[in-house]
């Protein structure tokens, strides 16, 4: 088990002094309670991360919850959550929503989404050009970009949505979504947009690429197929940074808290048994 | 059969700067010849053997005989023209009498006492030559100087083998190493594990660990032979904790990102059975009884969460209810004649609850954690019965372990040291068995095998009543 070196050395040093009393103390000592709120992407993340932070320091109590990335921030700016999970830098404007003024953002994990269709769409690969047709409505029949003659049914995440955010950003560079018509159906989380993308033909939307599932297709994207492995060499340009962001510079078991997460112990272990990739890969 | 452990010996943390003035001071044996130069024999513990080295105090720094010393770690002397070569560990070390420089792979270090010729031996400031050699120097709390020609370093944490040999992995920036490490001398060979591996479990029996990757696999590493790993299941799903069976055949397995379902993984046909599948998410801390029909393992609940997304964000429209999402022991077992079996559980209290472990299948033990971070933390047991009873609440425990039928605690101790204690889960007797140093970050235990501390990043293992030093 790792304990926090730079306690250990703390102690080292004191233990010198035979009438020093507990400064530094074992690691152990720490104390404190965590609120952790926002991306659900990121729960599952954040509670093995706690599990496992516990049994370093027992004292350290950490509850967290989840109701999409924008309640993270939110939750900070308003003092009931110490830190707000967000699948965006919170701290800087993006697509729909301005930045939180005095959070700071912590990378936590590199988070890739994918473009997904129905399994019975005939169409594997889009241009950026195409998805941004697509999505803002332009474009409304498969046949238009390689496909069938059937209509496309667009399912897009609702307002709030990290995912929708970073696919905004990253697959559409900034462009509009269509927001409503008979074709357009909007979803409030990724197992919803994983049943209906699943369960509607010629449907697109976009996913976790962690939730793709062999019920539906993943799109290569400018002919780059969405994998791990190029996200980190760099081809695949559709993903994003989880980000843990506090009130200003965190202290104490918070602070103790987001180290543990972007440890090398825990990016390199845990972090990547759950399918996210470590921050350390885009370095 | 019992745990090989000590009786209440000190781990005093002395900072033991190699290289500077304070090093050798504490050590060296007293001399009390009047000539210049005074040459003791001073005992030392090298690779593991208590030898006599000569050596000169001078200016509070130990100088030791080069010959005796190189002899003994093994470092290969070569002279020429007044200058003389060690080599160990791929290092080369150049020294000279009168000399204050150490020249090491080239580069030059600054020595605080110059090489000494004394009646035709020389000495060399014994701190410094043997960080140029890339052994490592540590003195325990009884004085005892330890000198091991080749030491593991930067361990993480370790996990004890047999009663010989532990597994020590080392975390770095870009992924992992796991070596198995012979505790007496400190040898250790790398083990094929792949960088993207999950921690190691090791199997009950100690032959052989499974780990889990990105993708899901499970692979195992038989430790008894030299290899590389096998997987021995390609199923996809996440795979957040791995338990082996009772008798190192089978891997159960939580399944799912939010841990949900228990599944039991046969490694010979790569079969996959599950176990439950209640949609109870965030299961986590499995344990499976020794007969593989109880389950036990914690659920945490979310908090919920109210926000209104039609307002304008500005507003912070959001609430937050954590009541209730303290972890709780649930227990399932396996039943075939009863209709809709489902999980009990066994807590209701709103403590955390750490280093569970159900020993026998039916009472399950933790680490108490009141909300009052004031409050002692302590052992505590409940059974099938959900009565809480308390196992051992003198001083506030830090750390709990199993191994052999006992609890083994850290806790506080009196001011700036800690205690381990021992408690027989049976009769709630706890017996003190060391006090350490608050540096000690964790205790590893494991039936049969002695008690090893990390402290500083360093793996110390109990030997005899001594901490020896197993990584640097």
Do not use: C
Not at chain 2, 67 to 94: C, F, I, P, W
Not at chain 2, 101 to 127: C, I, W
Not at chain 2, 403 to 427: C, H, I, M, R, S
Request: no cysteine.
């Amino acid at each position: 088990m790792k304990w926090f070196k730079s306690l250990s050395v703390a102690a080292l040093a004191i233990a010198l002094v035979s009438t020093s009393v507990s400064v530094a103390g074992a690691a152990s000592d720490l104390k404190g309670k965590i609120v952790i709120n926002g991306s659900s992407a990121l729960l599952p993340l954040t509670l093995q991360a706690a599990n496992e932070f516990k049994k370093l320091h027992p004292k350290v109590k950490i509850s967290a919850s989840a109701a999409g990335s924008i309640t993270g921030p939110q939750s900070v700016r308003k003092g009931i959550a110490d830190i707000g999970a967000v699948d965006w830098d919170a701290s800087q404007d993006v697509p729909g929503f301005k930045k939180f003024d005095g959070q700071v953002a912590h990378k936590v994990a590199i988070i890739p989404f994918a473009a997904v269709v129905n399994k019975n769409v005939k169409v594997d690969d889009l241009t950026t050009k195409q998805l941004q047709d697509i999505f803002s409505g332009k474009v409304t029949n498969w046949k238009d970009v390689g496909g069938e003659d059937a209509d496309i049914i667009v399912v897009n995440r609702a307002f709030g949505s990290g995912t929708r955010v970073n696919f905004q950003m990253k697959a559409l560079q900034g462009t509009e979504f269509i927001s409503k018509g008979s074709n357009y159906k909007e979803v409030k989380s990724s197992g919803d947009m994983k049943t209906a993308v699943e369960t509607t033909p010629n449907a697109i939307g976009y996913i976790d690429l962690v939730y793709v599932t062999s019920n539906m297709k993943a799109l290569k994207i400018n002919k780059i197929a969405p994998t791990e492995a190029n996200v980190v060499n760099g081809t695949y340009k559709v993903w994003g940074y989880g980000y843990y962001m506090t009130k200003g510079k965190p202290d104490g078991a918070t602070k103790a808290f987001i180290e543990y997460i972007q440890s090398a112990k825990f990016q390199n272990g845990s972090l990547k048994k759950l399918k996210f990739i470590p921050i350390s890969a885009l370095k | 059969m019992s745990m090989v452990l000590k009786k209440a010996s000190l781990v005093t943390v002395l900072a033991l700067a190699v290289g500077t003035a304070s090093a050798g001071a504490a050590f060296a044996a007293t001399a009390t010849a009047t000539s210049a130069v005074q040459i003791t024999n001073s005992a030392y513990i090298v690779n593991g053997t208590t030898v006599n080295l000569g050596t000169i105090t001078e200016k509070g720094t130990t100088l030791v005989s080069l010959r005796d010393l190189s002899a003994k770690l093994g470092a290969k002397l070569q002279a020429a023209g007044g200058v003389v070569q060690a080599k160990l560990n791929g290092h080369t070390v150049e020294l000279k009498a009168g000399s204050a420089v150490l020249k090491v792979d080239g580069a030059e270090h600054k020595l605080n006492v110059p090489v000494k010729n004394a009646k035709g031996v020389t000495y060399v400031e014994l701190g410094a030559y043997v960080e140029a050699l890339g052994a490592s120097l540590y003195e325990d709390g009884k004085g005892s100087v330890w000198i091991d020609a080749k030491l593991l370093s930067n361990v993480d944490r370790i996990q004890w083998v047999d009663a010989e040999r532990f597994i020590a992995t080392q975390e770095n920036e870009t992924g992992r190493a796991d070596y198995l490490v012979e505790a007496a001398t400190g040898k250790y060979r790398l083990l094929d594990v792949a960088a993207d591996a999950s921690e190691l479990i090791l199997a009950p029996n100690g032959t052989k660990v499974a780990y889990t990757n990105a993708e899901g696999q499970v692979s195992v590493l038989d430790l008894t032979k030299i290899g590389r790993a096998v997987v021995v299941s390609t199923d996809t799903n996440i795979k957040p904790e791995l338990v082996w069976s009772a008798d190192s055949a089978s891997i159960y397995f939580l399944q799912g990102d939010k841990g949900s379902v228990i599944a039991k993984l046969d490694p010979e046909i790569n079969k996959i059975t599950k176990i439950l599948d209640d949609k109870v998410d965030y299961k986590a801390n499995l344990e499976v009884s020794a007969d593989g029909k109880t389950f036990t393992y914690t659920v945490t609940k979310p908090g919920a969460v109210v926000a209104d997304a039609n307002k304008p964000v500005e507003e912070d429209d959001v609430s937050i209810d954590m009541k209730g999402t303290e972890p709780q022991i649930y227990q399932f077992t396996v039943d075939p004649s009863v209709k809709e079996n489902k999980a009990v559980q066994l807590t209701t209290s709103t403590d955390d609850k750490v280093f569970i472990h159900a020993a026998d299948g039916s009472s399950v033990a933790y680490v108490s954690v009141s909300a009052d971070t004031s409050a002692k933390s302590t052992l505590v047991k409940v059974g099938k019965d959900k009565n809480v009873a308390s196992l051992y609440n003198e001083r506030d425990v830090y750390q709990a372990e199993y191994a052999g039928g006992k609890w083994y605690l850290l806790t506080e101790g009196n001011g700036d040291d800690q205690f381990v204690y021992e408690v027989d889960p049976a009769t709630g007797a706890a017996k003190q068995l060391y006090t350490l140093s608050s540096a000690v970050s964790g205790i590893v235990v494991k039936e049969g095998a002695p008690l090893a501390v990390i402290q500083d990043g360093r793996v110390l293992v109990d030997v005899n009543g001594s901490w020896k030093p197993a990584s640097k």
